[in-house]
């Protein structure tokens, strides 16, 4: 195969290649902005469910008033990733955070991840790097590949919660998870159980009455009724927004293959046209060098 040969093969891959990376980083984009409005649609009616609890609450806010530690005892761990890759660091940065930077960061004593921790693991990139690590996920989940998909994955998390603490007794309940944020996304860590009730309190304090609304059905009815939607509504948010910012470091990572792969393909088309230069001059010289044998050797004839 000729180098001009060789370079137009190259091209060729390097503009389908675009392409694809062109469709990748347009489905990205518009993804990113349907999570995060899944997202946003949930902050208010979450911010009610809050004020319910900590209404419904209110005699444990005055006897208690500090959340509990989720670093007391072991807990249940739920980190969402993704299952796809092309995301930049987006699953390597979740998972270095759930297994070593939550839990030394703020302290004055380094220290590690307690021992004892069962984890739950969303997403096939999150699986690999946990289990690189020396770790086996106690269960393996899928991410929803829709906004539509989220709910019923939500429930199926919710019942397999339930089924931790009814048969192994687990009380504390952790969620890590990436949220888009300033620069690309953050990670992010929440304590689903014990209820904080710190933050309830502070949620209370909000009210713009000075008195609490009062309420008709049974104290436990309506605190069972708060407790599913706030754990729900939890849940639901964590991985709408983890998708939201696995789309965001998709859409960065997209970006730079583009830019990469136009610099690329500007130094082929470059050299395709040096190496076509070359050849037509070459042609030339060859056309030239034998007009001239041929005319010199009709002289010598004549």
Partial sequence: MSTLEALQKQISSGEDLSSIVRTMKALAATSVRQYERAAESLDDYYHTIELGLSVALSQQ?????KAKSANEKPALLIIFGSDHGLAGRFNEQIVSYALE???QENEDTPRTLPQGNNFLAVGEQVITRISAAGITPAEIYHMPSSISAITPFTQ???EEIERWRNLENVENVMLFYNRP???GFNPRAETLLPVNLLRLQETRLKWESRSLPTYTLPREQLLSALLRQYFFVSLYRACA???AAENTSRLAAM???????DERLDELKTSY?????AAITE???????GFRAVKGSLESEG
């Fill in 61 to 65: 806010l005055q006897q208690e008033t």
């Fill in 101 to 103: 930077e939550f839990w």
């Fill in 156 to 158: 199926q998390l919710l």
């Fill in 181 to 183: 944020g300033t620069g």
């Fill in 241 to 243: 927004l983890s998708l």
């Fill in 255 to 261: 970006q730079a293959a583009e830019k990469n792969i």
């Fill in 273 to 277: 046209q040096h190496e076509r230069q």
């Fill in 283 to 289: 042609e030339l010289l060859d056309i030239i060098s």
